[in-house]
């Protein structure tokens, strides 16, 4: 009985070895050449301590409860009022993840008549929260702003009467690419919408004070901008900026908001401290810009890999296996790179996505970067 009702799930398994698709969980190991942890917060003694704190003071671990019960911390009120001051926005509320927030944002704010434009490369957690909303969503090619254009005006040549929104992500994860901000922000304006920015990869290192590339949009008052503390600032959840109506209307209507326990307060006071380091210490971004720039000409001279222009640095290799091959002989030789593969990209584009943190160094940047073009050739 119990073999046959997981036959399918096994199917759905073997399916995926044979395309060299199935997922494994690896523990950490090597040297650090995939997080996300681009300033090095993630262990820094300063953001231990400021927790350390937390804990001698009182701080629970856990809220207890939704926020609308009895999990709304001090530390959350505090961490969304610091917050909204930082980037400049109305309000800001605070969410477990990128994830649960823009689940929340994009099932729950865009109304029935309205238009959902997305980048075709935006983020999985966008496309779940679209799958929920009542508004349509339609995809366009990536960072084509005439496309945009194109498909808000054939929507209203069909008679749509509602409100566009645009959604792009500022940094692209994959390809460590940037949006087209500006151009996009002019086009919502024009057509009288709405612009979500996805800060995730460029919060903490990009704009003035690492407040992000979108940074100046939210005074427009038709910006909504996700900042997520799990990447640059070292700890967890996400701090999403928009204005006031918007978020009491989240308060009131986002399932993912409401019926979950609130994030740790712990980590409340953590993402306040990784604000106030992002202000004290912005010798961090520019070590970060260094080690970019040097991982660039290692790259590109050792593999003709054209520069990202950021911390990602995506090294397309094409074949699943392939790609699978070369991430298990870098994990061997104590690299800790991984292979990307469909759905999480395009079909045909499996890559090892390789990112540049403060956890590593020139001389690992430039050992890493020969070990792998050895590898490249030798794996065809």
């Not at 996009?184 to 709405?194: Q, V």
């Given at each position: 009985?119990?073999?046959?009702?997981l036959?399918?799930?096994?199917?759905?398994?073997?399916?995926l070895h044979?395309?060299?698709?199935?997922?494994?969980l690896l523990?950490?190991?090597?040297?650090?050449?995939?997080?996300?942890?681009y300033?090095?917060?993630?262990?820094?003694?300063?953001?231990?301590?400021?927790?350390?704190?937390?804990?001698?003071?009182?701080?629970?671990a856990g809220?207890?409860?939704?926020r609308l019960?009895?999990g709304?911390?001090?530390?959350?009120?505090?961490?969304?009022?610091?917050?909204?001051?930082?980037?400049?926005?109305e309000?800001?509320?605070?969410f477990?993840?990128?994830?649960?927030?823009?689940?929340?944002?994009?099932?729950?704010?865009?109304q029935?008549?309205?238009?959902?434009?997305?980048?075709?490369?935006?983020?999985?957690?966008?496309?779940?929260g679209?799958?929920?909303?009542?508004?349509e969503?339609?995809?366009?090619?990536?960072s084509?702003v005439?496309a945009?254009?194109r498909?808000?005006?054939?929507?209203?040549?069909?008679g749509?009467?509602?409100?566009p929104?645009?959604?792009?992500?500022s940094l692209?994860?994959m390809?460590?690419d940037?949006?087209p901000?500006?151009?996009?922000?002019?086009?919502?304006?024009?057509?009288?919408?709405?612009?979500v920015?996805?800060?995730?990869?460029?919060t903490?290192?990009l704009g003035p004070?690492?407040r992000?590339?979108?940074?100046?949009?939210?005074?427009?008052?038709?910006a909504?901008?996700?900042h997520?503390?799990?990447?640059?600032?070292?700890?967890?959840g996400a701090?999403?900026?928009?204005?006031?109506?918007?978020?009491?209307?989240l308060?009131?209507?986002?399932?993912n908001?409401?019926y979950?326990?609130?994030?740790?307060?712990?980590?409340?006071?953590?993402v306040?401290e990784a604000l106030r380091?992002?202000?004290?210490?912005p010798?961090?971004?520019?070590?970060?810009?260094?080690?970019?720039?040097?991982a660039g000409?290692?790259?590109?001279?050792?593999?003709?890999?054209?520069p990202?222009?950021?911390?990602?640095?995506?090294?397309l290799?094409g074949d699943?296996?392939?790609?699978?091959?070369?991430?298990?002989?870098?994990?061997?030789?104590?690299?800790?790179?991984?292979?990307i593969?469909p759905?999480?990209?395009?079909?045909g584009?499996?890559?090892l996505r390789?990112?540049?943190?403060?956890?590593?160094?020139?001389?690992?940047?430039?050992?890493?970067?020969?070990?792998l073009?050895?590898?490249?050739?030798?794996?065809v």
């Amino acid at each position: 009985m119990r073999a046959a009702a997981l036959a399918r799930y096994e199917a759905t398994l073997a399916g995926l070895h044979r395309r060299a698709r199935v997922r494994t969980l690896l523990q950490q190991q090597g040297v650090d050449f995939t997080s996300n942890d681009y300033l090095g917060l993630a262990n820094a003694p300063r953001l231990k301590a400021a927790i350390s704190d937390a804990i001698e003071r009182g701080v629970p671990a856990g809220a207890g409860g939704s926020r609308l019960l009895r999990g709304n911390d001090p530390e959350h009120v505090a961490l969304e009022a610091e917050a909204a001051s930082f980037f400049g926005t109305e309000k800001v509320l605070y969410f477990g993840s990128g994830y649960a927030a823009n689940a929340a944002l994009f099932s729950t704010l865009p109304q029935r008549d309205d238009l959902i434009i997305h980048d075709a490369l935006i983020h999985a957690s966008a496309h779940d929260g679209m799958a929920a909303s009542k508004a349509e969503a339609v995809a366009v090619p990536h960072s084509d702003v005439a496309a945009f254009d194109r498909a808000i005006r054939r929507w209203r040549a069909k008679g749509g009467k509602g409100r566009p929104w645009i959604a792009v992500e500022s940094l692209y994860s994959m390809d460590g690419d940037q949006a087209p901000l500006r151009e996009l922000a002019e086009l919502a304006s024009r057509h009288d919408g709405f612009l979500v920015v996805d800060e995730a990869h460029a919060t903490g290192l990009l704009g003035p004070g690492g407040r992000g590339l979108a940074s100046g949009l939210e005074s427009h008052g038709n910006a909504l901008v996700l900042h997520t503390c799990g990447k640059a600032l070292g700890v967890s959840g996400a701090l999403l900026g928009l204005p006031t109506v918007f978020a009491d209307y989240l308060v009131n209507r986002a399932r993912n908001f409401i019926y979950t326990t609130a994030p740790s307060p712990l980590m409340a006071a953590g993402v306040r401290e990784a604000l106030r380091m992002l202000a004290d210490e912005p010798e961090r971004r520019l070590r970060l810009q260094g080690l970019t720039s040097f991982a660039g000409e290692q790259l590109r001279s050792r593999l003709g890999v054209d520069p990202s222009g950021s911390q990602i640095r995506p090294v397309l290799i094409g074949d699943n296996a392939r790609a699978l091959r070369i991430a298990a002989r870098m994990q061997k030789a104590d690299y800790d790179l991984r292979a990307i593969r469909p759905p999480t990209v395009p079909e045909g584009t499996a890559r090892l996505r390789i990112s540049i943190t403060l956890n590593v160094d020139e001389d690992r940047i430039a050992d890493m970067a020969a070990r792998l073009a050895a590898v490249v050739e030798e794996e065809v």
